[in-house]
């Protein structure tokens, strides 16, 4: 099966630096990549969805100058979380389909990145 | 609008014992696919189970079954003879194909196997 990988898995900052956070898809090419935060015992929320080499749909709610998300190639997608504060701390899920299909595009999950903002 | 609804928040059952979880979905699309996924502590989501909206056949996996039915617009997932590494949150989703293919999870339900 395809294969999606972030780095890092997990990462303790400052409040007030800023975090990247890579999401790549290993062995097919991504044409969309979906950004999810989960809140402790709580739900996978759908942040933005990142179409390669253009902008990122952002959900309602969500700061797109707080979360920048660049997908500048077919394997790999970022997440730059800007100015971090304590409640930007969350575990991030990162997805990634191969849209150039006439199937289904199944949505491949990564393992997650912890963030820890201080 | 899309609605992904999971009642119970947190079960636990004895082992062995079979245990259902309950998924209500809401969708305006008729065409639309439904998952399952488990999330065990280390927080990867694992796929159980995808199903299309034109598809109602039940499912079986071993020991895993899921109900799909239209008309109530519910579809259940079932562990018989519950293990404890069953233990883990277990998230009912939807996806709609004219809305990006975008996955919306419900709220997931806690399963504790107790030994």
């Known amino acids: 099966g395809a294969v999606v990988s972030q780095h890092p898995s997990w990462v303790i900052c400052k409040s007030g630096t800023s975090v990247k956070i890579e999401c790549r898809s290993l062995d097919f090419q991504a044409t969309t990549m979906f950004w999810y935060r989960q809140f402790p015992k709580q739900s996978l929320m759908l942040m933005a969805t990142?179409?390669?080499?253009?902008?990122?749909?952002?959900e309602q709610g969500v700061e797109k100058d707080k979360f920048l998300i660049n997908h500048a190639s077919l394997t790999l997608s970022t997440l730059t979380v800007t100015s971090a504060h304590p409640e930007d701390s969350s575990f991030y899920i990162c997805?990634?389909?191969?849209?150039?299909?006439?199937?289904?595009?199944?949505?491949?999950f990564g393992p997650g990145t912890r963030l820890t903002v201080l | 609008a899309q609605k992904v609804t999971q009642a119970q928040t947190e079960i636990s059952v004895v082992e062995k014992e079979d245990v259902t979880l309950d998924c209500v979905y809401e969708?305006?699309?008729?065409?639309?696919?439904l998952f399952w996924y488990k999330q065990p502590p280390s927080g990867e989501l694992v796929f159980l189970i995808r199903?299309?909206?034109?598809?109602?056949q039940n499912e079986i996996s071993g020991r895993y079954s899921w109900n799909f039915q239209k008309s109530t617009s519910s579809f259940n997932f079932t562990i018989t003879a519950s293990q404890v590494v069953d233990s883990a949150v277990y998230f009912c989703?939807?996806?709609?194909?004219?809305?990006?293919?975008?996955?919306?999870f419900g709220k997931g339900t806690r399963l504790h196997i107790l030994p």
């Open positions: 997805s990634a389909r191969d849209g150039r299909t006439a199937a289904y595009n199944e949505q491949f």
């Open positions: 969708t305006r699309d008729t065409t639309y696919y």
């Open positions: 989703a939807l996806s709609e194909v004219n809305r990006d293919d975008k996955i919306i």
């Open positions: 990142s179409n390669e080499g253009s902008k990122a749909t952002y």
């Open positions: 199903r299309n909206s034109f598809d109602e």
